[in-house]
């Protein structure tokens, strides 16, 4: 079957509505955090990054034992690493040499050293989920422990059942299944916490883990040509169009309470989690007015360039900033503040990172890594 001609919005392999639903995702992520009315739901932007991290190291992955018959974890590791930690490490370096200023943000309950040693060895879920442990202005980097811990294990699997020769419909139904197993699990050890806290199962590596798994499942679909048949007719736009309403509507839906319901970790996560995939499926499968507001350069870039950054430093600027600057003119000031060091940060920290990474990947006479590979591969940094 020949291809669909390819739409618009790509351009150098990227698709940019991808890189503009990043920007709707982090959002969505900062308003929560600075309690703005009307985005009560935290973990919907979180979601929307799940969901679109597993599809995108999918994508690779699959790619890559296409190509060569083989899939290189120790190489997939090592990407990973260069690409996302030189931000991390710098926003752990400025937050502790603040903590004197910052260190009680949100009721921390650790040092300065010991937030910084969770931060940088990927285990913030962990010390959340099982031992209750806060790291303050570091909270966020819970989820990319989520992620770390996923890719651990997520890629070998895979090479795994490749190497048995199992077809799509085995994997596809591996993937479902663990994704019914978790969302059950979550709701059989759902138990309430006392004081607004979030349940200690939104941090497990393993309760939680229904969006990533959906975003491979969504990738490995979008592999077979009876996939890609379908979401490029009509059934893409509807995808679109559902999981564009599925995504924002849930943030009417769901309430500021959703931390003390077993509904929202049974019914609501993954029905976010559903809705996300759909509407990656449908904007990389088929032009749309979405996908069209979406890949409008600053909102694509912005998602490419300055979520990941963005992420990581927006609250160190509440905790530093909104004590003394209450109010909505607080709020805008921390946006100010931490859009601009994401710049910075993006600019003088990951680029020179990420040259690096090429040059020390692309060995004397050696052509460096395809354009389709970086392009895809920088997709795969998150907020």
């Not at 890189?19 to 009560?40: E, K, N, Q, S």
């Not at 974890?73 to 996302?84: D, T």
């Not at 980097?141 to 895979?158: I, T």
């Not at 893409?236 to 509904?263: M, N, P, R």
Request: aromatic share 10%.
């Amino acid at each position: 079957m020949p291809s669909a001609p390819p739409t618009p919005s790509a351009r150098r392999d990227r698709v940019l509505p991808l890189d503009g639903l990043r920007t709707v995702a982090i959002a969505f992520v900062v308003l929560y955090h600075l309690h703005v009315p009307g985005f009560g739901s935290g973990f919907v932007g979180v979601n929307v990054f799940f969901v679109l991290s597993g599809y995108l190291i999918t994508g690779l992955l699959i790619s890559e034992h296409r190509k060569s018959g083989r899939i290189r974890l120790g190489r997939f590791w090592v990407r990973r690493l260069l690409r996302l930690y030189p931000t991390l490490l710098a926003v752990v370096v400025v937050g502790m040499a603040l903590w004197w200023l910052i260190g009680d943000y949100q009721g921390s309950t650790m040092s300065a050293l010991g937030a910084a040693g969770v931060a940088l060895s990927y285990t913030g879920n962990i010390a959340r989920s099982f031992f209750g442990e806060s790291q303050g202005v570091f909270s966020p980097m819970w989820s990319l422990s989520m992620e770390e811990q996923f890719y651990l294990v997520w890629p070998p699997l895979l090479v795994l059942l490749l190497a048995l020769a199992a077809g799509r419909r085995v994997i596809v139904s591996v993937l479902a299944a663990l994704v019914v197993g978790s969302v059950v699990a979550s709701g059989f050890l759902f138990d309430a916490p006392s004081g607004g806290a979030t349940p200690d199962i939104y941090f497990s590596p393993v309760l939680n883990v229904a969006p990533l798994l959906l975003g491979c499942l969504l990738a490995v679909v979008l592999d077979s040509e009876r996939g890609k048949a379908l979401l490029r007719g009509r059934a893409g736009s509807a995808a679109t169009w559902i999981g564009l309403a599925g995504v924002v509507g849930s943030l009417a839906v769901i309430g500021s309470g959703w931390q003390q319901q077993v509904t929202t970790f049974t019914m609501m996560l993954p029905g976010v989690a559903v809705a996300s995939a759909l509407l990656i499926g449908g904007l990389v499968s088929r032009p749309s007015w979405p996908a069209r507001m979406l890949s409008l350069s600053p909102v694509a870039w912005f998602g490419r360039a300055l979520s990941y950054p963005l992420y990581l430093w927006h609250v160190v600027f509440i905790a530093l900033l909104e004590p003394i600057v209450p109010g909505a003119l607080g709020k805008v000031a921390v946006i100010a503040a931490a859009v601009v060091t994401a710049w910075l940060s993006h600019r003088f920290v990951e680029r020179p990172a990420l040259r690096l990474k090429d040059k020390l990947e692309s060995p004397k006479g050696e052509t460096p890594v395809s354009t389709g590979e970086s392009a895809r591969e920088s997709e795969l940094s998150r907020a």
